[in-house]
């Protein structure tokens, strides 16, 4: 499976911004699908996922505001980001893998990353 990440970009906090990530390969909708970011100077953290049931899980940081979403037919899943804050300064990567390995934080495919600057 490869991975292609876009949309990233730079927007003032409050903003908005929607991520996309699109997969080559077979089984799409097999694989648990999520999203991780990096900010500077910091760890890798677990931002969104969601499981072929439709099953979402969001990091206690961003429910409310991120909204994640896959479209199978088109091997494309979504990360809908509102209401930014600078501190969602970050690189964002997604990823696949089964649901366990990818809430370890140890998923077996991930795509480059694609980098959202948000401004005070």
């Known amino acids: 499976v490869q991975l292609q990440a876009s949309g990233g970009g730079s927007v003032q906090a409050g903003g908005s911004l929607r991520l996309s990530c699109v997969a080559s390969g077979r089984s799409f909708a097999a694989y648990t699908m999520g999203w991780f970011r990096q900010a500077p100077g910091k760890e890798r953290e677990f931002v969104s996922a969601m499981r072929g049931n439709s099953a979402t899980y969001y990091a206690d940081s961003v429910k409310g505001r991120f909204s994640i979403s896959r479209d199978d037919a088109k091997n494309t899943v979504y990360l809908q980001m509102n209401s930014l804050k600078p501190e969602d300064t970050a690189v964002y990567s997604c990823?696949?893998?089964?649901?366990?390995?990818?809430?370890?934080?140890?998923?077996?495919?991930w795509g480059q990353g694609t980098e959202v600057t948000v401004s005070s």
């Open positions: 990823a696949a893998d089964r649901w366990s390995m990818l809430i370890a934080g140890q998923p077996s495919y």
